[in-house]
């Protein structure tokens, strides 16, 4: 559980040996994407990006509410980067007009505030593929007052996978799959709303999570599904006209405590 790799063996012809692991990731983060590594990295003014971009190793501030304009399929990487993207209530915008997505790895301070995400898709190139629209791998984040909507393709919008994480206030609307998905993840999910999910909107593999004073509303299977040894405490969360509410499975353990079930 430590690589998920989704190879296309067309390209490999008979009597060809694979990549090894190190030679992939080598040629995924030199030869497939342009690499900036100054040391901070800031963005007050509207931005578009048009290709590719990989940061590593260097601090990126986003503040003074830019619009962030992603366009030609690009993707963003993030590898090794003191993140702090801080709106205030005229919120930053990321918005995506063709098929992109935001990878984040290895970063141990993510802090993402009043910021607003539409119209991304899962990651997907010829080297990578990933189930969600934004992934958080071995980092450090927190979450607060955002809004997620939209998304265009995918098992997840956000997916955390060996990270720590805390989400407070924010709002996931019009998701196509599942909304957050933890995967040997610790975290705490507070005071969101999960609105006209298509799948899950939480759903929890090998994680510890603590979800209190959430919304879960008009959700098209399971509001919050614990998986694969999980432990769960949820309170005070509201399940209003959901698919279904809480599922325990897989060796997992779920506390329910004052909890709010209506018309599921």
Do not use: H, M, W
Not at 22 to 50: A, G, R
Not at 108 to 132: A, R
Not at 183 to 201: K, P
Not at 244 to 256: A, C, Q, Y
């Amino acid at each position: 559980n430590i690589y998920s790799l989704y190879p296309d063996l067309s390209k490999f012809g008979k009597g060809k040996s694979f990549i090894n692991l190190e030679s992939l990731i080598d040629n995924l983060v030199i030869n497939q994407k342009p690499k900036l590594s100054s040391k901070t990295i800031n963005i007050v003014n509207d931005t578009v990006i048009n290709a590719d971009l990989f940061l590593n190793n260097s601090k990126l501030n986003i503040f003074n509410n830019p619009k962030i304009l992603i366009k030609n399929n690009a993707n963003i990487y993030l590898e090794n980067v003191d993140i702090n993207i801080l709106g205030n209530d005229k919120k930053i915008n990321f918005i995506s007009t063709g098929n992109s997505s935001i990878y984040i790895s290895n970063s141990k301070n993510v802090k993402i505030e009043n910021c607003i995400f539409k119209n991304f898709k899962n990651l997907s190139n010829e080297l990578l593929k990933l189930p969600s629209a934004i992934t958080f791998y071995n980092s450090n984040v927190e979450i607060n007052n955002c809004l997620f909507s939209n998304n265009k393709f995918g098992d997840d919008y956000i997916n955390f996978y060996g990270s720590e994480f805390i989400v407070n206030n924010s709002t996931f609307k019009n998701v196509l799959s599942d909304a957050i998905d933890s995967d040997f993840s610790n975290g705490e999910i507070l005071n969101c709303r999960f609105i006209n999910i298509g799948n899950d909107a939480l759903d929890f593999s090998g994680s510890n999570v603590i979800s209190s004073n959430n919304l879960f509303f008009k959700i098209g299977d399971k509001s919050i599904s614990a998986g694969e040894s999980s432990q769960l405490f949820s309170s005070n969360d509201i399940f209003d006209q959901c698919e279904i509410g809480i599922v325990s499975k897989d060796g997992s353990e779920v506390n329910s405590i004052k909890n709010t079930f209506t018309s599921n």
